[in-house]
């Protein structure tokens, strides 16, 4: 039982690249989420998803875009990198229970130059 | 839009003696979470609270919710260097809106 994994666990880009972050969780977990993590500050979600194919915008999801074919994976896209997005990402996943809490993936570090 | 402060945002703490950290939110939330990071590393979920008065301990932690002030407290009774770590409170729903996080050092 792996929990839920990332892909890569860290990449460079140039500004204007694209690139595809994917996530992928082994508990059978309805909802799936991708957060955004810069130096100083707590996580903010960027986008969301409650089952397979549905997706949801969060705090922060502009130059980003997300999809979720399968219910194990969520994949986060940058089309255009810019050095804005430069931080680190973490993807969580939970079931639909009340009493549930969110349990994370070990991050992405993403360094757009 | 809600927001979700912490206080201390830094806590320097001496072995042996006991701190709070505070969590205030700025609507109505049914659950409050607490997750410890350590540096490098990803979010372990500490307590999960759901109800007014909810209180939840492990170990040297104890959290508690007051939905009515919207208050959440994180104690830490007779620290330990272990516990040095960041320690952020989030609530929901949909997704988690966290706090800035406590930056907690334990030293001797």
């Known amino acids: 039982n792996a929990g839920v994994t990332q892909t890569p666990k860290f990449r460079v880009l140039k500004t204007g690249q694209s690139m595809t972050l994917l996530c992928a969780q082994d508990?059978?977990?309805?909802?799936m989420y991708w957060y955004r993590q810069d130096p100083g500050m707590g996580l903010r979600l960027i986008h969301y998803?409650?089952?397979?194919?549905?997706?949801a915008k969060g705090e922060v999801p502009d130059g980003y875009n997300v999809s979720r074919l399968k219910k194990q994976n969520f994949l986060l896209g940058l089309e255009s990198a810019a050095p804005s997005q430069t931080s680190v990402y973490f993807c969580?996943?939970?079931?639909?229970?009340?009493?549930?809490?969110?349990?994370f993936g070990p991050g992405t570090r993403l360094l757009v130059l | 839009e809600l927001k979700v402060e912490q206080n201390p945002l830094f806590l320097s703490m001496q072995e042996g003696k006991n701190y709070t950290i505070y969590c205030n939110y700025s609507?109505?939330?049914?659950?409050l979470y607490w997750y410890r990071q350590d540096p490098g590393k990803s979010l372990e979920s500490l307590f999960v609270?759901?109800?007014?008065?909810a209180v939840k301990q492990e170990g040297r932690l104890m959290a508690s919710l007051d939905t009515k002030a919207r208050l959440s407290t994180l104690h830490i009774t007779a620290a330990v260097h272990d516990l040095s770590a960041t320690y952020f409170c989030?609530?929901?729903?949909?997704?988690?809106?966290f706090g800035a996080g406590t930056t907690v050092t334990v030293r001797a």
């Open positions: 989030a609530v929901d729903p949909p997704g988690l809106s």
């Open positions: 609270l759901l109800s007014n008065g």
């Open positions: 998803s409650v089952g397979e194919g549905t997706t």
């Open positions: 969580a996943s939970s079931s639909t229970g009340y009493w549930e809490t969110q349990y």
């Open positions: 609507t109505t939330s049914d659950r």
């Open positions: 508990m059978n977990h309805e909802y």
